[in-house]
């Protein structure tokens, strides 16, 4: 079959590659009908140290069982299921608390042996646990918003559950990529009262305010804090969901959070020091969030998007096919496309 | 009348100072009947630049209401109440949010022309806010155990309530200074399985068991991490409770917090970077606490001592005089004393 290949920074490449098989009896096999290149993707795209074997790519696919193992319960061949974007056994006492990020038997797509989700088909471990069947079955209309609930959409409820945003709470999200807009759409979602939304694509905030944004804030750095505190009174929001990863992004946040506030981050750091001094303690600041255990969010999710209550997957602004996976990354990383959606 | 002045490192006098006065109608005066040395004043005791004019100590008192502003309310003079380490005027957003600390309207004992607690008599602002009434009045045997709720119990109590501490949950509490035996307890009062502290003296891990400790871990470092993870079946605990300040606490903390769990820490950060990236993200770990809204918690803190619930006073192992508090300040700098109660 085709799959996604990185061999370095800037260097994708789609090849043959074997065909995947049920290799453990909690395997299932499935043929992938949507997946997508991610925000994340793009910082090996940038930095990846050339390799001779390239390394399998894409974590976020939605697709059809096409063969089960022994010991897989509720998933049936013809299944249209969603991945989340990382494998758990769904029984070990992590996944129980809705942690499934740190399953004891958990698996990542495209290491470890693992299939990508940047392929014809995925061998998925632990299908059981990982897979969520889409009860009303395979949709045309509704592909691009189950398949937002692998990754980027519950990535932005994460944030906004874990910063404990409701109602009555104003929030700032820092970054109009795909995960702070999922972020925007969330926290209208859980109630806030006013939503902030820093960016300065105009494409990108546009579908922000769409989402729910109530302000967009196109200034960065000290000009940009200095707008959110006019917006609210001099205090900041009480909840600021950063999206984006880099250090100025985390700077910002801890400037522009009210005091007693939560920033919930989920933009994968890329920097190790965090400034967390004596000020922000003074101020009793929360700096929580991580990883997403989409796992715990997408049935709930999925209910919305069946009922037509929200449609995440107006993220994705590109559909292109499996062969110009490498001209989807160059586009995002380029900035010409917010979310590229791929249908192998 | 008499008050402490510290003057630079090490450098600690007992002097004539002006008689405080009501100069706000919200102001009260509080003949001190009992005070403290904090661990927090023992910074400035190691660091202070030596200055010209002294600055005026102390911000945990209890007292006698000897007069108060024509503005104040809820307070008569003869009553016994118990100063938090901040003053707060009991009206603003924050302070009824229960964020006391960040009060419109607050001021801090020996700052901004305000008395410090290490003297005969103090000026309180927004006395209505800031003084809580023990409904018991005077009562010798109970002055460690309220005295204690100016700031080291509270400040415990806030370090396990942002901590989550709850039933079921493991907690490990670093440091066995008056804060984390505080801590101790109020980890036990909110139910906590499983409490390890970390420390190493003797006397003070011994009132930590008394207080609720299950387990002492006096090894440092790597080996105390390595200890914790080996009562925990190498997990860690769901919630860490920072008791210290220094930045290796903060490190041992990351170490020993359970993926998904809260570092709670309560000790002042006498550093500016937090080691918070990439890993502690993918396990979601948070990062809360701070300086403690000890106004919050009082009324609830002061019912349980009267009850005779908690005994939060035993962290106190000496009584001096006011004279004596230069001496009392250098004995708990060299660790012979936990934490000095000073009778005026």
């Not at 925007?184 to 939503?195: D, H, N, P, Q, S």
């Not at 950063?242 to 009210?258: D, H, I, N």
């Not at 995440?312 to 586009?331: H, N, Q, S, T």
Request: charged residues 20%; glycine residues 14%.
């Amino acid at each position: 079959m085709r799959a996604a290949l990185m061999y370095g920074a800037g260097d994708v490449r789609v090849e043959n590659v074997p065909d995947p098989q049920i290799v453990e009896p909690t395997d299932a096999v499935v043929k992938v009908v949507a997946a997508c290149i991610c925000g994340s993707d793009l910082w090996p795209y940038a930095s990846k140290v050339p390799t001779a074997e390239g390394a399998r790519m894409g974590h976020e696919f939605v697709g059809t069982v096409e063969e089960i193992g022994a010991d897989v319960t509720g998933i049936s061949v013809g299944d249209f299921v969603i991945a989340p974007f990382v494998a758990s056994d769904g029984t070990c006492d992590y996944c129980r608390e809705g942690l499934q990020t740190s399953c004891r038997h958990g698996a990542h797509w495209g290491s470890d042996g693992v299939d990508g989700g940047q392929g014809e088909r995925v061998r998925v471990p632990q299908a059981s646990g990982t897979l969520v069947v889409v009860p009303a079955g395979f949709d045309e209309q509704l592909v691009p918003s189950l398949l937002a609930l692998s990754d980027v959409m519950s990535t932005g409820y994460h944030a906004a559950t874990k910063g404990g945003v409701a109602p009555g709470k104003s929030v700032t999200v820092i970054g109009d990529g795909a995960v702070g807009l999922s972020a925007v759409l969330a926290a209208k979602m859980l109630g806030a009262e006013r939503i902030i939304l820093m960016g300065r694509h105009a494409e990108r905030t546009k579908l922000g305010r769409e989402f729910g944004a109530s302000d967009v804030v196109v200034e960065r750095g000290a000009d940009g804090v200095a707008r959110v505190k006019e917006l609210t009174a001099g205090d900041g929001t009480h909840v600021v969901l950063e999206a984006v990863g880099l250090k100025p992004a985390l700077e910002t946040a801890f400037q522009v959070v009210r005091p007693g506030g939560v920033i919930s981050r989920v933009g994968a750091p890329q920097f190790e020091d965090v400034p967390f001094g004596f000020g922000p303690f003074m101020q009793n600041i929360t700096l929580t969030g991580g990883v997403a255990p989409a796992r715990a969010y997408i049935e709930k999710l999925l209910a919305l998007v069946l009922d037509g209550v929200i449609q995440p997957g107006k993220v994705f602004d590109r559909v292109i096919g499996l062969e110009e996976v490498p001209a989807g990354y160059r586009d995002m990383a380029d900035r010409k496309v917010l979310k590229v959606l791929v249908r192998p």
